[in-house]
């Protein structure tokens, strides 16, 4: 009897809902960037996607804190004065005791007025 051969059929893996788009990649701007700082511009643009047009709303407010080690904290927060999506590594914090009107420090050395007395990190 002659041998049957199996054929292998390749099989389309399923992927889950991706934020990055359907080729599961981002765009090229981070391919010089180290490691972490590329990292925190995928997580910059996944929020600005996720809050859409609610960030004018939110303005101010601090949207996430991690630990990157023991003595290290990173903040994602939105700025009051230009509405973007910082982190406190990248741009800086000027933080306010209320939390409430957080600024990013280039904005904070344009304007320099009230938000300039709060406690900067």
Do not use: W
């Not at 010089?32 to 407010?61: C, H, S, T, V």
């Amino acid at each position: 009897m002659p041998r049957t051969t199996k054929k292998k059929v390749a099989k389309k893996a399923k992927k889950g809902f991706s934020i990055l788009g359907e080729d599961g990649s981002a765009e090229g701007d981070d391919e010089n960037l180290p490691k972490d700082e590329a990292g925190r511009l995928k997580i910059k643009r996944q929020y600005q996607d996720l809050l859409g047009i609610r960030m004018a709303k939110l303005a101010g407010r601090i949207l996430n804190r991690e630990r990157i080690d023991k003595t290290v904290e990173g903040i994602y927060f939105i700025c009051v004065s230009c509405h973007k999506i910082c982190h406190n590594l990248d741009e800086g914090l000027v933080e306010d005791p209320d939390n409430a009107r957080n600024i990013c420090v280039p904005c904070s050395e344009e304007g320099g007025g009230k938000e300039g007395r709060a406690r900067a990190t």
